[in-house]
């Protein structure tokens, strides 16, 4: 199975910041990546697809890059709506796997 | 407006058995690969199945092979998943996705809670 290794978990910022958060595949998954935004008490909410696709909706202070292994989800300018819990996923092979999440805290 | 809507979620022993369904709706749900996902309280999002548009192609995670069964009814634009043999550590909020080819994961239901406990 695909494993994803996502970092950092806990990630304290201020308003106005520009926030990375990184995802690493333990192989080639292609831009099979989609990044989630979660709220508490919420369902996920798909931000990012095909590693730098936004879905419709989405702010466009929020972008992905990578491919193969190696992929960032990027907050521009960090807005008080953003603070949430972010995930990664790949859907390259047939078992789906997602990142251990990354907490976005206010400093 | 695309609609999923768990239910079945519910207070079970360990052994025991339960039957979660998702109404699907605002889409050619025939047209579509579905999943479900859990998140354990407190925890990470984790893909437990996936079933192909047809019903004829299915595909679950080690922690639940065996005891898990994903099917679908597409007369009724229904997902089901059929959990036998539970287990304490599958309590979680189970989530009903839509999949499609290109953008993965795109449309999630609001969960229901399945606990398991004695």
């Known amino acids: 199975d695909i494993q994803i290794t996502q970092s950092p978990s806990t990630l304290s910022a201020s308003l106005g910041d520009r926030v990375t958060i990184t995802c690493r595949a333990s192989?080639?998954?292609?831009?099979?990546l989609a990044w989630f935004q979660q709220k508490p008490g919420q369902a996920p909410k798909l931000l990012i697809y095909k590693a730098s696709s936004l879905e419709s909706g989405v702010p466009s202070r929020f972008s992905g890059s990578g491919s193969g292994t190696e992929f960032t989800l990027t907050i521009s300018s960090l807005q008080p709506d953003d603070f949430a819990t972010y995930y990664c996923?790949?859907?390259?092979?047939?078992?789906?796997?997602f990142g251990q999440g990354t907490k976005v805290e206010i400093k | 407006e695309v609609q999923v809507v768990e239910s079945g979620g519910g207070l079970v022993q360990p052994g025991g058995s339960l039957r979660l369904s998702c109404a699907a709706s605002?889409?050619?749900?025939?047209?579509?690969?579905m999943d479900w996902v859990r998140q354990a309280p407190g925890k990470g999002l984790v893909w437990v199945s996936r079933i192909k548009s047809d019903g004829s192609n299915t595909n679950y995670a080690d922690s639940v092979k065996g005891r898990f069964t994903i099917s679908r009814d597409n007369a009724k634009n229904t997902l089901y998943l059929q959990m036998n043999s539970l287990r304490v550590e599958d309590t979680a909020v189970y989530y009903c996705?839509?999949?499609?080819?290109?953008?993965?994961?795109?449309?999630w239901g609001q969960g229901t809670l399945v606990t398991v406990s004695s």
């Open positions: 192989q080639s998954i292609s831009s099979w």
């Open positions: 996923q790949q859907y390259d092979s047939y078992s789906w796997t």
């Open positions: 605002g889409f050619i749900f025939s047209s579509h690969w």
């Open positions: 996705v839509r999949e499609t080819a290109v953008a993965g994961l795109d449309y």
